[in-house]
Structure formats: structure tokens, C-alpha cells
């Protein structure tokens, strides 16, 4: 199965339709106000609606409250919820049953130890492995910073992987990984929340031509 690409941090109809006509699977919105990517319910309502029957949308939240949820499922319809949070497993189920949508979640890595962390999560269709962020972060995910990928090795189920990707670094972190969606957000800017089409563009096709290696390595 190919690896499915997602461009998060989307903020423009340009990027929308950038990712969808290069063959990406998913564009990430990000509700979260702290993040320079950030758009509001209305915003988000809108590239909704410009990707919907071209490239699958994902919400991303983090440590949302119900009626956060519900405003999102209602207006925005996305396709995917992202929680990039503190969630617990039980809220994770939660937010899912009371959504009726698939959710990803975030699981932050810095040693091979904290991928036992994802065992807890079996109401989660998708983890989604990302570096953990530093002392001096303000935000969970976004920050351009990479793990050991190879911290990855005894994961069995299909995954998400996401930190410090890059058009350049793509293709071996699908390779090492067998990661069977790769995310990218600050890998594909020039500068914070403004994404470069032509990184965007070499992103999707780094990870489309590293496909076929990556089934073979899982075979």
C-alpha cells in the first residue's frame, strides 16, 4: 500500500489546491490559537469546503473541550480529528464516540521508551509519532525538530510519523520507519504558518517515489 501523504498547517485555498492536484491524501487544519498556523472555525469551515471531494481534511485539536468538538464536527466536517494534546486514552474514546469521526493521536517521542506510550491508545484508527517538543516550546507539534527514527523499529501496527520532515529527508525516514503516513507542517515553509508550493510540491513527490521501497522493507 502506498504511503499516504498529509500537508498540515494549511492557512490558504492556494495550499488546498496545491497538495490536492500533487497527489497528497489529507490537509491538516489547525484549530489550536497558540500556533502560527492557526485558523479559525470559519476559516477552517471554508478550506473545508474547497478540499472536500479533492483531498481528505483533518482537524487538529489539542486537549479540545466537547463543545469545541462539536462546533468543529458541525461546521468544518472534516474527515479526520487530530489530537495532539494531553488526552488520555479514555477521552480519546470519548471524543470519537461522541464525534463519530476516525481520530489520530499524537504521540510525543524522544526515546525509544515512549513509544510503549501508544499501547494505551487502541481507540485511535491512527498514532501519530512526533518529536517531542523541548523545554522552551510553546507548542506541542510544528516545531521542525526530529527523533530517532529507528526509535520506531519494534512498532508493528501502521503509523504516522511526523518531526522534521522534510523534501530531503522524507524518502529515508519512510525508508527506516515503514511509516505508513508521513506529515509535514514547517518542513514545507519559508517562514512560520506560509507554506512554499514548490516544497510542498517535492514533499508529496519525495514520499511517492520512496513508496515502493517501504512495502518492500515491511514485506
Not at 98 to 109: E, Q
Request: aromatic residues 6%.
Amino acid at each position: 500500500m502506498a504511503v499516504k501523504v498529509k500537508i498540515c498547517g494549511v492557512r490558504t485555498p492556494a495550499v488546498v489546491e496545491a497538495a490536492a492536484e500533487a497527489g497528497a491524501d489529507f490537509i491538516g487544519l489547525v484549530l489550536f490559537p497558540k500556533s502560527p498556523r492557526y485558523v479559525e472555525l470559519e476559516e477552517a469551515r471554508v478550506l473545508a469546503a474547497i478540499a472536500r471531494g479533492k483531498i481528505g481534511t483533518v482537524a487538529v485539536l489539542v486537549d479540545p473541550d466537547d463543545e469545541l468538538v462539536d462546533a468543529v464536527v458541525a461546521r468544518v466536517r472534516p474527515d479526520f480529528l487530530q489530537l495532539h494534546g494531553s488526552e488520555t486514552p479514555e477521552r480519546v474514546a470519548a471524543i470519537k464516540a461522541r464525534s463519530s469521526l476516525p481520530v489520530m493521536k499524537a504521540i510525543s517521542i524522544a526515546e525509544a521508551a515512549d513509544v510503549a506510550q501508544a499501547s494505551a491508545y487502541a481507540a485511535a484508527d491512527y498514532i501519530l509519532f512526533d518529536a517531542k517538543a523541548g523545554p522552551s516550546a510553546t507548542l506541542p507539534g510544528g516545531n521542525g525538530v526530529a527523533f530517532d527514527w529507528l526509535a520506531l523499529k519494534s512498532f508493528k501496527a501502521p503509523f504516522a510519523l511526523s518531526g522534521g520532515l522534510t523534501p530531503d529527508t522524507v524518502g529515508e525516514a519512510i525508508r527506516l520507519t515503514g511509516a505508513s503516513l508521513v506529515d509535514v507542517s514547517s518542513g514545507v515553509e519559508r517562514a512560520p504558518g506560509e507554506k512554499d508550493l514548490s516544497l510542498v510540491r517535492r514533499f508529496i513527490q519525495a514520499a511517492r517515489s520512496a513508496a515502493p521501497q517501504a512495502r518492500a522493507k515491511a514485506s
